[in-house]
């Protein structure tokens, strides 16, 4: 099997570098021990975690002022790790999770490149029992309903980590299951707005999707 073309960007912050090295695009596969056909992930989805997405800019920027400060943080399904890394500079608590199996190694890979301290990684899928990940102040993530049953499945994931006050921070494309995901969170007892991002001109193409906040 061919091996992975990679390549190197440098994404800007105001004045903060973050640097984060990624597939070249989302065609590329390599999966030589079949770990993730184990894991239920096909050839087509194999490449979506190891690009920058739209809405994992629009979460990082929507970070990059946010206060942090004494909060416990989760990234749920990381990917590429952006935020993760972007909080990482800010000397955030930060811990990140993703199910692909190579998530990590890109991760370490880029906490290198930025020169910063150790994250905390755990692969788990949102189904997993036991993750013994904690329970966190503020989980966020980016473009993670892609199906319908997502809504049930994350939404109690969530809840499992949230702390009695918690605030989630996520970022939808509009891939149009958010609804259903926000009746489940209200049903967990969260409260619920959403929003249009800011101004977006570090994204090539306009942004449709929204930035979901519930709390509890």
């Known amino acids: 099997m061919s091996s992975l073309r990679i390549c190197y960007q440098t994404i800007e912050f105001d004045e903060v570098d973050i640097h984060v090295r990624t597939l070249r695009d989302n065609q590329q596969y390599r999966d030589d021990d079949g770990i ?16 920058v997405w739209d809405s994992g800019l ?19 399904g990381c990917g590429i790790g952006l935020a993760s890394l972007l909080l990482n500079h800010r000397c955030a608590d930060i811990t990140a999770t993703d199910y692909h ?7 370490l890979e880029n906490i290198k490149l930025n020169q910063g301290k150790n994250i905390p990684f755990v692969r788990t899928g949102w189904e997993d029992e036991k993750s013994d990940l904690g329970q966190f102040d503020l989980i966020i993530g980016s473009d993670l309903l892609y199906e319908r049953d997502h809504a049930q499945i ?19 494309p509009g891939r149009g299951n958010h609804a259903k995901f926000s009746k489940k969170m209200v ?21 449709r999707g929204r930035i ?4 509890r």
């Open 36 to 51: 993730a056909e184990k894991l239920g992930i096909s050839s087509a989805t194999w490449p979506l975690f190891g690009v």
């Open 58 to 76: 629009v979460l990082s920027h929507f970070l990059f002022d946010f206060n942090i400060a004494g909060k416990r943080i989760l990234e749920v």
């Open 101 to 107: 199996p190579e998530a990590e190694n890109f991760l």
């Open 154 to 172: 994350l939404s109690l994931f969530i809840n499992q980590h949230a702390k009695n006050n918690c605030e989630v921070i996520i970022v939808d």
């Open 187 to 207: 049903k967990l007892g969260y409260s619920h707005t959403q929003t249009k991002p800011g101004a977006t001109e570090y994204l090539v193409q306009p942004f």
């Open 212 to 215: 979901l906040r519930y709390r």
